[in-house]
C-alpha cells in the first residue's frame, strides 16, 4: 500500500468540473495474483483517492516479464477489464492492453527505473491527439512517477502530473531518549 501525493506541475486545459486541484493525496494499493493465463508475474493495482477506498480512479493488471534482448530490461504489460466483460470472472478474452504503452524498466542499484517508449502510447482527445511519456522509479520504500501529456502534431506538453511517496512533517513528533546504565 502506497500512499502518495499526487501533484499537478503543468496544464493548459481547465478541468470543466471544476478548479484543478494542486495536489492530492491518492493511495495505491499492490499485491500479486494468480493469473497464469496473464503470466507468471502478475501484479493487481487499484489507485483511489486518500482513505477513501471505493471510489477506485483506476485499476490494472501488470504483467512483468523479460524484455526482448539480454540487458536485463523487464517489460510491463498493462492490462484493464474491457467495458463489456462480466464482473463475476475474469479470464484473457476478458482484458486488453493499449498497443504502445508498455512500460520498460531497468535495475539500477538498488532501483528499477524506466517508462515507455517513444511516442506510442496514443491518447484519443475529442480535441486533439495526444501521447503520453510515462517515467517510474521504483526501490525500497520508494515510488516514484511523471505522467506527461503531449500534443502529437508538435510535442507540445499539455499536462504534467508527478507523484510522489506522501509525508505529513505536520504529524511527526518530537522525541527524547534516554539510556540508564546500570
Known sequence: MYDMSEELIATETEVPIGPVVEQQRVQINVRRVSLPWLGPQVLYVEEYPFDAPFELRRRVLLSIEPAPGADGT???????????????????????????????????G?????????????????????????????GDGLFWYRKRHLRLKDDELVEEIAGFPHVDLDEARLFSCGIAWA
Do not use: H, M
Open 74 to 108: 523487464l517489460r510491463v504489460r498493462q492490462f484493464t477489464r474491457k467495458a463489456e466483460a462480466p464482473t463475476a470472472t475474469l479470464s484473457a478474452a476478458d482484458v486488453e492492453t493499449v498497443a504502445g504503452c508498455d512500460i520498460f524498466v531497468k535495475r539500477e
Open 110 to 138: 538498488a532501483q528499477f527505473r524506466g517508462g515507455t517508449r517513444g511516442r506510442d502510447c496514443l491518447e484519443n482527445e475529442p480535441s486533439e491527439r495526444r501521447w503520453l511519456d510515462y517515467r517510474v522509479v521504483i
